[in-house]
């Protein structure tokens, strides 16, 4: 009997993804060719995400060498010796489909110069065909076929609309602690830059999703009713380190055990060189985020009380040790080793510290971030006397869509406790 043997082996100091597109449907982290004899492999151990090649003796041969990142392995045409995969060198925001020989060589871009935005390919097993779609700000083109790899349309799109927020700004924000954070603004309809205006800010803030993309959605708030910028919102959202944008391994790891704390700090050190804008009034200043993104929402309110002076959290984590262990462990440790980290970053730690407007929303029926959470936000609301409104959806789940009327009344409390606390409009 042949005893098995280890051909590859890698570690790192934060996590390792295994599955290349592990929130993405991937099958594995892995893809065999050459008869079983070779494997396609992604790997950050040089500092960004690369495509190796390795045999069964554990030999490693570097397909891709330029310093950058490949945001995801899109199909491996072996009869053509090429890999398609995503990347967007010099714009974290945008995503474009590449190609290489399978022995490595020079990259070429495979989608046309006269897109923008995000792009996304779904290739045929053959690697000859591929459903298109092209989205960005300005305008968004889905469900073209094209040839591969000369991107020869062969059957034309049957949905092409304009972006759902116009006149979008993507900005770059330089931080104190010398971090520059890429963002997008959306400004109030015939903005007057001699007046001042209430901010907006949108966060997430976590591992699994960047809200920084040049993409149809991007400065659109579905949970608004009405147009933000025609009322006379500055709407914003800045991208922390920890966001799974394609800037590195540095970028991304570097929130290894440190959600909440190294993600709020840069969400606010960015929102403080905003209010320094003229046209930005520092006593109208909100965030809002939901899941992920109202955890940090309340850790804005807990830990930076004299910048947000009004939150609309949904859904939030409020104490990490309550969260699933699949994903809180991978990015935060294990709490037998460093419980000390989930506690500094859970919101329910600085709740004394809270000054400003809060509306807490939550389902109770959520089976992803379980109301547990929020009962204990509460409780500590109440021990420090903290006055704030709440609305708990009866046995709503995380999104929060169910039943009639839910949607509607969900965007109504919204835009209302926003209007109310931080009134539109300039001054």
């Given at each position: 009997m042949r005893r098995p043997k280890t051909i590859h082996q890698e570690t790192d100091e934060a996590w390792i993804d295994i599955k290349a597109r592990w929130n993405n449907g991937d099958p594995s982290g892995w893809d065999w060719i050459n008869e079983g004899k070779e494997f396609i492999w992604l790997s950050e151990k040089n500092g960004w995400r690369q495509i190796y090649k390795i045999d069964m003796q554990g030999k490693e041969t570097l397909i891709t060498k330029d310093n950058y990142d490949v945001i995801q392995l899109d199909n491996i045409d072996q009869k053509a010796n090429l890999i398609y995969?995503?990347?967007?060198?010099?714009?974290?925001?945008?995503?474009?489909?590449?190609?290489?020989?399978?022995?490595?060589?020079?990259?070429s871009r495979v989608t046309p110069a006269q897109y923008k935005g995000t792009n996304t390919y779904t290739i045929s097993s053959n690697g000859k065909l591929a459903i298109f779609n092209s989205k960005s700000t300005t305008s968004s083109s889905t469900g073209s076929v094209v040839s591969l790899p000369e991107h020869k349309e062969i059957v034309k799109p049957t949905s092409?609309?304009?972006?759902?927020?116009?006149?979008?700004?993507?900005?770059?924000?330089?931080?104190?602690?010398?971090?520059?954070?890429?963002?997008?603004?959306?400004?109030?309809?015939?903005?007057?830059?001699?007046?001042?205006y209430p901010v907006v800010f949108y966060v997430y803030g976590e591992p699994a999703a960047q809200t920084v993309t040049d993409d149809t959605?991007?400065?659109?708030?579905?949970?608004?009713?009405?147009?933000?910028?025609?009322?006379?919102?500055?709407?914003?959202?800045?991208?922390?380190?920890?966001?799974?944008?394609p800037k590195g391994r540095v970028w991304r790891k570097s929130i290894y055990r440190n959600i909440g704390r190294l993600n709020i700090r840069d969400q606010a050190m960015g929102a403080k060189e905003i209010l320094k804008w003229n046209f930005v009034d520092p006593e109208r200043v909100a965030?809002?985020?939901?899941?992920?993104?109202?955890?940090?929402?309340?850790?804005?309110?807990?830990?930076?009380?004299?910048?947000?002076?009004t939150g609309i959290s949904?859904?939030?984590?409020?104490?990490?040790?309550?969260?699933?262990?699949?994903?809180?462990e991978r990015y935060m440790?294990?709490?037998?080793?460093?419980?000390?980290?989930?506690?500094k970053g859970s919101p329910v730690s600085y709740v004394k510290n809270l000054k400003g407007n809060l509306l807490l929303i939550h389902g109770t029926g959520d089976d992803n971030v379980h109301y547990q959470n929020t009962e204990v936000y509460i409780n500590e609301m109440v021990k420090y006397n903290k006055q704030f409104q709440l609305?708990?959806?009866?046995?709503?789940?995380?999104?929060?869509?169910?039943?009639?009327?839910?949607?509607?009344?969900?965007?109504?409390l919204f835009t209302k406790f926003l209007k109310t606390y931080c009134p539109p409009g300039a001054k």
């Open positions: 995969f995503s990347a967007s060198p010099t714009n974290a925001t945008q995503k474009f489909l590449y190609k290489i020989g399978l022995n490595g060589g020079v990259a092409v609309k304009e972006g759902l927020a116009k006149h979008v700004e993507f900005i770059k924000i330089k931080t104190q602690d010398s971090i520059e954070l890429d963002g997008w603004m959306v400004k109030p309809k015939n903005f007057d830059p001699a007046k001042k959605y991007t400065g659109y708030n579905p949970l608004y009713t009405g147009s933000m910028a025609d009322d006379g919102y500055i709407y914003i959202s800045l991208e922390n380190r920890g966001a799974p944008a965030v809002w985020g939901w899941s992920g993104g109202g955890s940090s929402t309340l850790n804005l309110l807990g830990q930076y009380p004299d910048i947000y002076k949904i859904a939030p984590v409020t104490n990490q040790l309550f969260y699933d262990n699949i994903y809180q440790g294990l709490p037998q080793e460093n419980k000390e980290d989930f506690i609305m708990s959806y009866p046995n709503r789940s995380h999104s929060i869509n169910e039943g009639a009327g839910t949607t509607r009344h969900l965007s109504t």
